[in-house]
């Protein structure tokens, strides 16, 4: 009996040992050079994509269903999909474009793309991704919601940011508050620079509350990705057979250094 425990517990030490613990998360990306533009600096360079943004590993994006620029402010919308070209991004497929606003506002920069299926975990993912830039001194209208699926609504102003700032979002689905719902917070760990002391350590996780509200002060400058988890209320047919949808509402942040270098 003694040895049968003995052999027991050495292969579930080699289980623990040699099957990974931590599956690394998924996030649609848009980043954007710049987050405020002025009279000097009137355009930015922005980059969707679909990636492990501390781990710095990408995944294939197909072309998206919806990329739009909404000027939150006046109601202005901008259909940015014709004006995406592919490019490579950690050695996978993404798209990118110019963004060149010509009218004073707040813009929220939108994608939804198509579901991506994930066979690790036997579902489809989808996360309508968005993020804001000021432009021309204006920043009224930054927390209105979208009407999407699943969205982040910034409660703090999504852009003008130190790093250390607390920054807070509202979760909504078909546009109610989602409570006690996972969000997953990353760094986007550029050239790999900074090191996790363990797994757990490469994604942080927030419960939103009974409002649907999440907090987080990021520590460092840089972007920041915020995903909130929620499953459709639909499935998709994989192989015939009916697969469960996680819907993710992404918001991408950006913080500053205190010192402007």
């Given at each position: 009996?003694?040895?049968?425990?003995?052999?027991?517990?050495?292969?579930?030490?080699?289980?623990?040992?040699?099957?990974?613990?931590?599956?690394?998360?998924?996030?649609?990306?848009?980043?954007?050079?710049?987050?405020?533009?002025?009279?000097?600096h009137?355009?930015?360079?922005?980059?969707?994509?679909?990636?492990?943004?501390?781990?710095?590993?990408?995944?294939n994006?197909?072309?998206?269903?919806?990329?739009?620029a909404?000027?939150?402010?006046?109601?202005?919308?901008?259909?940015?999909?014709?004006?995406?070209?592919?490019?490579k991004i950690?050695?996978?497929?993404?798209?990118?474009?110019?963004?060149?606003?010509?009218?004073?506002?707040?813009?929220?920069?939108?994608?939804v793309?198509?579901?991506?299926?994930?066979?690790?975990e036997d579902?489809f993912?989808?996360?309508?991704?968005?993020?804001?830039?000021?432009?021309?001194?204006?920043?009224?209208?930054w927390?209105?919601?979208?009407g999407?699926?699943?969205?982040?609504?910034?409660?703090?102003?999504?852009?003008?940011?130190?790093?250390?700032?607390?920054f807070?979002?509202k979760?909504l689905?078909?546009?109610?508050?989602?409570?006690?719902?996972?969000?997953e917070?990353?760094?986007f760990?550029?050239?790999?620079?900074?090191?996790?002391?363990?797994?757990?350590?490469v994604?942080?996780?927030?419960?939103?509350?009974?409002?649907?509200?999440?907090?987080?002060?990021?520590p460092?400058?840089g972007?920041?990705g915020?995903?909130?988890?929620?499953?459709?209320?639909?499935k998709?047919?994989?192989?015939?057979?009916?697969?469960?949808?996680e819907?993710?509402?992404?918001?991408?942040v950006?913080?500053?250094?205190?010192?402007?270098?």
């Open positions: 009996m003694a040895l049968k425990n003995y052999f027991r517990k050495t292969v579930m030490f080699l289980l623990i040992l040699f099957v990974p613990s931590v599956c690394f998360a998924h996030f649609g990306t848009i980043l954007t050079k710049r987050t405020m533009l002025d009279q000097r009137r355009k930015t360079t922005v980059v969707f994509a679909f990636l492990h943004p501390f781990e710095q590993t990408g995944m994006l197909a072309k998206p269903d919806v990329v739009k909404v000027n939150m402010t006046h109601g202005r919308v901008i259909n940015l999909l014709p004006k995406i070209r592919p490019i950690l050695n996978h497929r993404a798209w990118k474009t110019i963004f060149r606003p010509n009218f004073p506002g707040v813009y929220c920069l939108y994608m793309p198509k579901p991506y299926w994930e066979p690790a579902k993912i989808k996360h309508i991704t968005k993020t804001y830039i000021g432009a021309f001194g204006e920043e009224d209208g927390g209105k919601p979208l999407l699926e699943v969205e982040v609504v910034p409660i703090t102003r999504p852009f003008g940011l130190y790093a250390g700032n607390v807070q979002g979760v689905k078909n546009g109610k508050p989602v409570v006690g719902t996972n969000v917070v990353e760094y760990n550029k050239g790999s620079k900074v090191k996790a002391y363990t797994e757990y350590m994604t942080q996780v927030i419960h939103t509350d009974d409002n649907g509200i999440f907090t987080y002060a990021p460092r400058p972007w920041w915020f995903s909130a988890l929620t499953t459709a209320d639909y998709i047919k994989h192989k015939g057979q009916e697969k469960p949808v819907v993710g509402g992404v918001i991408w950006k913080f500053l250094p205190w010192n402007k270098k």
